[in-house]
């Protein structure tokens, strides 16, 4: 059926600022990683698509690898983005990375100019695009001078393939320095894309920091801790969970004991403030102001609608914030 989306769709999505750009991002945006593979049904991605833009997420983020098979990802939007997304085009924010293995040889992975430039024109001519807002290296290549990786990211750029450049997966020192090389080129560090949750705050030290300095915006991947952080474990691992599949995306031996205390403590204060885990989760990496926009993922459509609904709560008392802190900190 002829997709035509909602009238209302920007009507309850909130959009911030991303550090000191004239880029706005929802505060919610979908990423790609999981479960939009060459294995995963094409009309189910086709309907999270569609319901995430009908509620305001206007942003896809995806990378060269994202599968499985890695590419299939962007094959599988290029064909919906076709169908569905092309006459909204200038609606969308379209992101991809380069960096993690890709094909054979000394030039399938790392932050050499020819790996950078070469995966971005194959993940353009995947998803059927003339250019991507955003494009970012995937991680440090400690093989390669930062230098060089950035001046991939600024040609890229120059030749009107992306919009924006960013980093994702540097720590603070990495980002800074990143940061002061595409200044000098001339093409500001948009963006950082970090993993962070409530099990994983790592970029409060230092990185945030960084961040501010640089003018710099962050989306962070994996909030919910890959579902880890939300009601599906509360009564134990369901069967068609990560956990108790052959993905690598989550561990049954993550789920300890220790863990579902907390677990079970953070619920019962999401409770308190109507909502479930996952929405005072995701309100909570959102809190201050310091991230620009949480990226999730979804293996259903009622996933996606249960994140958004965060944005109905975004605010914690200063008394909830010292009982998440005791909780995460025992």
């Known amino acids: 059926m002829y997709y035509v989306p909602k009238n209302e769709r920007y009507s309850n999505m909130k959009y911030t600022r991303c550090g000191n750009s004239g880029l706005k991002l929802p505060v919610i945006s979908l990423g790609l990683w999981q479960n939009y593979g060459g294995i995963h049904a094409l009309e189910t991605q086709r309907e999270m698509l569609r319901r995430a833009f009908d509620l305001g997420i206007t942003h896809f983020d995806l990378a060269n690898n994202y599968g499985p098979p890695p590419g299939t990802a962007e094959e599988n939007f290029g064909s919906l983005f076709k169908a569905d997304f092309k006459p909204y085009r200038d609606e969308l924010i379209l992101s991809t990375k380069a960096g993690n293995l890709m094909w ?3 030039y399938g992975d790392g932050g050499s100019k020819k790996h950078i430039i070469t995966s971005l024109d194959q993940s353009l001519k995947r998803m059927g695009l003339d250019y991507v807002d955003i494009f970012y290296s995937h991680r440090c290549d400690p093989e390669t001078p930062m230098e060089e990786t950035m001046r991939a990211l600024d040609l890229a750029v120059r030749q009107g393939k992306a919009l924006y450049v960013g980093v994702s997966n540097y720590n603070a020192e990495q980002t800074k320095q990143a940061a002061g090389i595409l200044k000098e080129l001339g093409t500001p560090c948009l963006i950082h894309q970090p ?30 801790a890959k579902g880890l952080l939300t009601s599906r474990y509360l009564t134990g691992i369901p069967a068609d969970s990560r956990a108790a599949s052959a993905s690598r995306a989550l561990s049954v031996n993550a789920i300890t004991d220790e863990v579902m205390s907390k677990i079970i403590r953070l619920n019962a204060i999401a409770l308190e403030r109507d909502q479930s885990l996952s929405q005072m989760v995701i309100a909570w990496v959102l809190r201050e102001g310091k991230v620009t926009s949480a990226l999730i993922g979804a293996s259903k459509v009622s996933q996606i609608e249960d994140n958004v609904r965060a944005l109905k709560n975004l605010d914690f008392s200063q008394e909830e914030l010292l009982r998440i ?3 995460l900190s025992f």
């Open 325 to 327: 802190e005791e909780i």
């Open 104 to 106: 054979e040889g000394p």
């Open 195 to 224: 993993k962070y949750n409530m099990f994983d705050r790592w970029i409060e030290n230092e990185l945030q920091d960084v961040l501010e300095e640089e003018g710099m915006g962050s989306i962070v991947f994996s909030p919910l």
